[in-house]
């Protein structure tokens, strides 16, 4: 079982749309948690990061942290065909400052 | 503007043949990584360093070599005992302060990445 899995897509929405992306792990040690968004054949950027439970908000984006159930979400609000990328979680332990463990990607499709 | 740059952009190898891809960065980070993107199975580290001469293995290190002679260069070299090179290589670097990163998110900001195809 991989650390830290996520649904690769492709995950398909109209424009307007709220698109909600998601990951689950299994190591309860991880504290700091990201995002990235990665357009194609590009290297990833960062979008988000919370540290331990809670939400982050940042324009159209939302960052959710679950520590009690695992869970991590990212929501983009009034979904743009520019927002189509693949989205990356990410996430470490405190202390381990060389190490992020990332989710496979979710692949985004935003249509006009 | 700061960044990192990655080059080749795209590269060919014959099976046997060494390759090295280059990675620069002017963002004055400590530190720099190198991931391997295959479809399906996310970023996997392969190496990394935290200060210049000094470098470690990641989880998938078997058939990469690296050198930090410099604080702004971390070339990766793929080697011929690597078994399965065609992949989409990608260079990271980010701020450390004694082993721990000041930011606590240990931030990294990546190149635009390699895609290495062996024919």
């Known amino acids: 079982q991989k650390e830290v899995e996520q649904d690769p897509g492709p995950l398909s929405v109209p424009e307007g749309a709220i698109v909600s992306l998601n990951c689950t792990y299994s190591n309860s040690a991880f504290q700091y948690f990201m995002w990235y968004r990665q357009y194609s054949r590009k290297g990833p950027e960062l979008l988000m990061y919370t540290y331990s439970s809670g939400n982050k908000e940042d324009g159209r984006f939302t960052a959710q942290v679950d520590k009690s159930s695992k869970y991590i979400s990212l929501f983009i609000r009034d979904s743009q065909p520019s927002d189509s990328a693949t989205y990356l979680c990410?996430?470490?332990?405190?202390?381990?400052?060389?190490?992020?463990?990332f989710g496979t990607g979710t692949r985004l499709q935003v249509t006009l | 503007d700061g960044g990192i740059t990655q080059s080749p952009k795209y590269l060919f190898r014959k099976e046997g043949q060494n390759v090295t891809l280059s990675c620069e960065q002017n963002?004055?980070?400590?530190?720099m990584y190198w991931y391997r993107q295959d479809p399906g199975q996310g970023l996997r580290l392969i190496y990394y360093s935290q200060i210049v001469n000094d470098f470690q293995k990641g989880d998938i290190a078997e058939g990469y070599s690296v050198s930090r002679e410099k604080k702004e260069s971390f070339p990766l070299t793929v080697t011929s005992a690597q078994k399965n090179p065609t992949a989409f290589y990608l260079c990271?670097?980010?701020?450390?302060?004694?082993?721990?990163?000041?930011?606590?998110?240990?931030?990294?900001?990546f190149g635009a990445g390699s895609r290495l195809t062996v024919l």
């Open positions: 990410a996430m470490r332990m405190t202390g381990t400052a060389s190490k992020l463990t």
């Open positions: 963002l004055n980070h400590d530190a």
């Open positions: 990271a670097s980010s701020i450390l302060a004694g082993g721990y990163s000041l930011s606590g998110a240990n931030v990294l900001t």
